[in-house]
T-cell receptor, first 113, second 114 residues
Framework: DAKTTQPTSMDCAEGRAANLPCNHSTISGNEYVYWYRQIHSQGPQYIIHGLKNNETNEMASLIITEDRKSSTLILPHATLRDTAVYYCIVRVADANTGNQFYFGTGTSLTVIP | DAGVTQSPTHLIKTRGQQVTLRCSPKSGHDTVSWYQQALGQGPQFIFQYYEEEERQRGNFPDRFSGHQFPNYSSELNVNALLLGDSALYLC?????????????FGDGTRLSIL
């Protein structure tokens, strides 16, 4: 079952930073936070993941609070092609207990020209 | 470097029929997971295969079964199709021993039941 809470929808102006929040107040110490996005009619695309440190890659930055109960995905300069549903997922990275992903309903981000 | 590929891309069946969907994992991956995504919902985990065995299973009936081949590719079989089985079926691949790494998804098979 999904263990995260995300806003249903958000808007962002093109060229501005998009900040997508995620609440995961029941996260365990060995659970990672993953972000995926899904553009209509395509499969989910991996964006970034982290355990407790902030992470940055060519697509986005992930900011995890010190208590790890929430995180924020930052798209630094949103473009129209970033319009998608964004999923925040927490899971234990342990093959013995199953490393499947449990998706919620995500945040529908619309980038406005 | 080929990503996850799924076939067919679209399929139309009628109630009561059986269907087989296919998935080839990303090069270097050995684990395949299947998900069902109904319209407007997030993907729901069906099951996961590694070393040709089902390792984990979500809350899906026995009508849903799978197989993994020695080359790591996988099939999803659904028997006695119901209207409610209409969905996008997604395959994801990963590396079993690197369980903290992300799964990589294909673009799915769109199954429509008439």
């Amino acid at each position: 079952d999904a263990k995260t809470t995300q806003p249903t929808s958000m808007d962002c102006a093109e060229g501005r930073a998009a900040n997508l929040p995620c609440n995961h107040s029941t996260i365990s110490g060995n659970e990672y936070v993953y972000w995926y996005r899904q553009i209509h009619s395509q499969g989910p695309q991996y964006i970034i993941h982290g355990l407790k440190n902030n992470e940055t890659n060519e697509m986005a930055s992930l900011i995890i609070t010190e208590d790890r109960k929430s995180s924020t995905l930052i798209l630094p300069h949103a473009t129209l092609r970033d319009t998608a549903v964004y999923y925040c997922i927490v899971r234990v990275a342990d093959a013995n207990t199953g490393n499947q992903f449990y998706f919620g309903t995500g945040t529908s981000l619309t980038v406005i020209p | 470097d080929a990503g996850v590929t799924q076939s067919p891309t679209h399929l139309i069946k009628t109630r009561g029929q059986q269907v087989t969907l296919r998935c080839s994992p990303k090069s270097g991956h050995d684990t395949v997971s299947w998900y069902q995504q109904a319209l407007g919902q997030g993907p729901q985990f069906i099951f996961q295969y590694y070393e040709e065995e089902e390792r984990q299973r979500g809350n899906f009936p026995d009508r849903f079964s799978g197989h993994q081949f020695p080359n790591y590719s996988s099939e999803l079989n659904v028997n006695a199709l119901l209207l409610g089985d209409s969905a996008l079926y997604l395959c994801a691949s990963s590396l079993w021993r690197r369980s903290n790494q992300p799964q990589h998804f294909g673009d799915g098979t769109r199954l429509s039941i008439l």
